[in-house]
């Protein structure tokens, strides 16, 4: 069992990792930055990308997508330990 939490993913790729949320000018940067971010790794179209930049549970959502691809595609920063299987583990995409 795996469990997604945007802010560690976020954290993995040196982006910012809280206060996105919200329309204050400082909240809309760290959103565009991380959305630069994620440019990098996958291919978002400009309607995507619009819609990440004005929704911060939009930008989350697409971040525990791509942390939930990388259990089925096995390319987790790290292995879960033996406990993972009844305690559950934080999945991380490199």
């Given at each position: 069992m795996a469990e997604v939490f945007p802010a560690a993913q976020l954290e993995t790729w040196?982006?910012?990792?809280?206060?996105?949320?919200?329309?204050?000018?400082a909240a809309r940067?760290?959103?565009?930055?991380?959305?630069?971010g994620l440019a990098a790794r996958v291919e978002l179209p400009d309607a995507?990308?619009?819609?990440?930049?004005?929704?911060a549970d939009a930008l989350d959502a697409v971040v525990c997508a791509l942390a939930a691809r990388a259990v089925s595609e096995d390319t987790l920063r790290d292995e879960p330990w033996p406990e993972a299987?009844?305690?559950?583990?934080?999945a991380v995409h490199r």
């Open positions: 040196n982006l910012p990792s809280n206060r996105y949320n919200g329309a204050e000018a940067e760290r959103r565009a930055t991380i959305v630069a995507i990308a619009a819609r990440l930049l004005a929704s299987v009844r305690e559950g583990w934080i």
